[in-house]
Every structure is written in structure tokens, then in C-alpha cells.
């Protein structure tokens, strides 16, 4: 206890500022690809991070993980699902580390079929918009007799064809567009089909990191008008458009294209996303049917992308690493003084 100016007689609690300072540390392990270490461990954003007492530590994967750290955060993007094992195994021993993020809730969004499942039934009232994914199906193997099935479920060509897997591969994201029955025996399975929506040639980033959500125009495919659809045949591989660093200028675009979705439509998708993925570190691929003002698509989700490309993410990181250290720090308190959270 300690006497207060005023006569009374406080508890001594130390503030989260206090104990960061005095602590000076948030120890962040990560296991990253070399070019996810390379896009998102940016000098600017270690330079910010060691003023604020976080440091990034490298995890050997050589070694045994309990052997390392100790750690308040672990971050980690890696090819295979051995590693997901070893970090499963690791958060049973040490519940006090957060994990960003669980392995289990990757793994759905590692598959493009759970990846969307239930985001058509989304409760989203009153958020200026409505949310849809493209109707599609899963061709596990032959993909000759999927023509039927593919009219049998009523899907209109053309047709998306993404690997079923999202495995980190550059084949995970290589891409087709099948404009009729036949071509569809070209296609390698395992994979989904998806109907092709148009929008107009521009696609919405929205990156995810905890609560904050930034969204930024990339350029996508154009188009495809009917007469296209009635005159072409086979199938085409799909460029990487999407992906390409630069965002897309609003002044280069009509209006009712480059309209960014509504904001309380992407609050409450978010909000929802988060809930049911159990993910803190994502992207959703987002599109407007073309024509509509308030009709959008998810047609893709991606565990922790390229942040490197999201404006001022160094700051939207640390703010968010600061926040996982106060929540920290308030549980601790807070079990310190019994109280129950
Ligand atoms: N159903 C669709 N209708 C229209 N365009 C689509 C559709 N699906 C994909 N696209 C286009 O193809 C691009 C790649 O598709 P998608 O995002 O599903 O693949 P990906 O390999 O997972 O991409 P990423 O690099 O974002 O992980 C999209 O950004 C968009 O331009
Ligand atoms: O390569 P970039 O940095 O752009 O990030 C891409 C990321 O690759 P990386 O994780 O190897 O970095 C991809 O991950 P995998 O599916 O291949 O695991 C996927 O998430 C893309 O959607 C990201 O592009 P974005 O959606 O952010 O434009
Ligand atoms: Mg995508
Ligand atoms: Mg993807």
C-alpha cells in the first residue's frame, strides 16, 4: 500500500506504460519464409519496434522450440504441416504465448473449399451491402465427368479453375479460366470451380490485422461479355494480376468501380470473419458484381499476406504487438488482485 497526497491510502498498481518501460521488452519469435522475413521485417519497421522495447527473435528450426525463447508472441509462416505440429504441441506447454496465429484455423483457410464455407450465411443487418461468394464445386479427380456436374449444380461458364490446396507453391496459385464443357478435361484436379463474376477489372485487398482493417484497389481481370462467352473455347491460364505491389489510383477509374466497399459492410464482415476463422492475421479478396452498387464477393481468403504492401503497416503492427502486450499486462494485474476476467 502506498499513502496518497490526499490522505487516502492507495493500492500500488504499476501502469502498463510503467511496466513496459521498467521491462523493456516484448520478445516476438518468428519463423517466416526467407521472403516473408524479407517483405515484412523491414528495418523501418524494427527501428520502430526496438523504441518501443519489442524485439524480433529468429526461431531455429533446428532446434526444439520449448528450448528457445522464452516468448510472448510467436508469429510464424511456413511451408508444411510438420511445422504446425510443433507449434500446436508448443501452445499446450505454454498457454501464456500468443500464437499468431492457431494452426488449426490456418489449415481451413488452406483449402479454398472451407476457406468460404458460411460466409454466404453471414448475419450482416444494416451493413450498407450484401456478401456473397460465387457458386462453385470441387473436382477431386477426373475431371472429364465433371461436366455433368458441373451442370447438375447449375454453375454458368466460364469457369475459375484454383487448385483445391493453398500450400504456399506458386502451382497453389496458378489459375484458369475454362469457358466451356470440354476444356474442363484439360484441367489437373484436385481443385474448385468457380463461377466467374465480373466486376468491372478491380478488386478490394481488405488486410486484417487484429482489430484495424485497411483496404487498397488492386487491379484484377476484365470482363468477360457475352460474346465472348458464346465465341471462345478452351482454357486459359490466368495472370497474377492481383497481386502485383502497386495499388490501384483512384482517378484512373469510373467511380461506381473504384468505390471502396461500404465501411460498417466491412466492419461487420470482419468482425464476423475473425469470430468464425479464429484468425487475427489475414486478407479477403473482395469484388463488386459489376452493374451493382452494394453486391460484393468474397473469392479468396489469405493467412498472413503481403503486409509489406498495406499502407503504413509498420505502425499498424507495432500499435497491434503493443496492444497484445497490454492485454498482457492487464490479465496479469488483474489475477494479481483476484479479479476474475
Ligand atoms: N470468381 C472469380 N470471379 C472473377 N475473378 C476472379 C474470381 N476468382 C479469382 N478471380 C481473379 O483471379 C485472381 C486470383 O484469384 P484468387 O485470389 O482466388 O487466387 P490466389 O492464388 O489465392 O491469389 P492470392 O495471390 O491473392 O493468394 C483474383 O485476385 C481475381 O483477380
Ligand atoms: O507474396 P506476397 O508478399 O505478396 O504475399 C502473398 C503471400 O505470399 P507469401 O506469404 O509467400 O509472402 C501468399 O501466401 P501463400 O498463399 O503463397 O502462402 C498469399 O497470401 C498472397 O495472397 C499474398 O499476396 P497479397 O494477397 O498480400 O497480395
Ligand atoms: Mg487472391
Ligand atoms: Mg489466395
Known amino acids: 500500500m502506498v499513502p496518497r497526497g490526499d490522505g487516502e491510502v492507495g ?5 502498463f506504460e510503467e511496466t513496459h518501460q521498467q521491462q523493456k521488452k516484448l520478445v516476438i519469435g518468428y519463423a517466416l519464409t526467407s521472403k516473408k522475413k524479407k517483405s515484412f521485417l523491414q528495418p523501418k519497421l524494427e527501428v520502430l519496434a526496438r523504441k518501443k522495447g519489442i524485439s524480433f527473435v529468429s526461431i531455429d528450426q533446428d532446434k526444439p522450440l520449448s ?7 510467436l508469429l510464424h509462416k511456413l511451408l508444411g504441416n510438420a511445422w504446425h505440429e510443433v507449434i500446436e504441441d508448443y501452445q499446450k506447454k505454454h498457454p501464456e504465448v500468443t500464437v499468431l496465429d492457431p494452426p488449426g484455423s490456418i489449415q481451413r483457410i488452406y483449402n479454398r473449399q472451407s476457406m468460404l464455407q458460411g460466409i454466404a450465411d453471414l448475419n450482416l443487418p444494416d451493413c450498407d451491402g450484401m456478401v456473397c461468394v460465387p457458386k462453385q464445386m470441387v473436382v477431386l479427380k477426373d ?14 461458364f466460364p469457369l475459375v479453375a484454383k487448385p483445391l490446396l493453398v500450400d504456399g507453391t506458386a502451382k497453389s496459385h496458378q489459375l484458369f479460366l475454362a469457358y466451356d464443357r470440354l476444356s474442363l478435361a484439360e484441367l489437373e484436379p484436385p481443385l474448385v470451380l ?11 485487398k481488405v488486410f486484417v490485422v487484429g482489430d484495424v482493417i485497411r483496404v487498397v484497389r488492386r487491379f484484377s481481370l ?11 473455347a478452351g482454357v486459359f491460364q490466368f495472370p497474377r494480376v492481383s497481386s502485383a505491389a502497386a495499388s490501384v489510383d483512384k482517378s484512373e477509374l469510373d467511380p461506381r468501380v473504384a468505390e471502396l466497399p461500404p465501411k460498417p459492410l466491412l466492419e461487420g464482415l470482419v468482425r464476423e470473419l475473425r469470430n468464425r476463422l479464429g484468425l487475427q492475421l489475414f486478407n479477403i479478396d473482395m469484388i463488386r458484381e ?23 503497416y509498420e505502425q499498424v503492427f507495432i500499435d497491434y504487438f503493443l496492444s497484445l502486450a497490454q492485454a498482457k499486462h492487464n490479465k496479469r494485474e488483474c489475477i494479481k488482485s483476484g479479479i476474475e476476467m
Open 11 to 15: 493500492l500500488e498498481t504499476t501502469s
Open 67 to 73: 528450448e528457445q525463447g522464452p516468448f510472448d508472441v
Open 143 to 156: 475431371t472429364t465427368s465433371s461436366a455433368d456436374k458441373v451442370a447438375e449444380a447449375g454453375l454458368k
Open 194 to 204: 468457380q463461377e466467374f463474376v465480373n466486376h468491372g477489372g478491380v478488386l478490394f
Open 222 to 232: 476484365p470482363n468477360v461479355s457475352n460474346c465472348e462467352k458464346a465465341k471462345v
Open 290 to 312: 459489376h452493374g451493382s452498387s452494394d453486391v460484393f464477393y468474397v473469392i479468396d481468403i489469405n493467412y498472413f499476406p503481403g503486409y509489406g504492401k498495406m499502407p503504413d
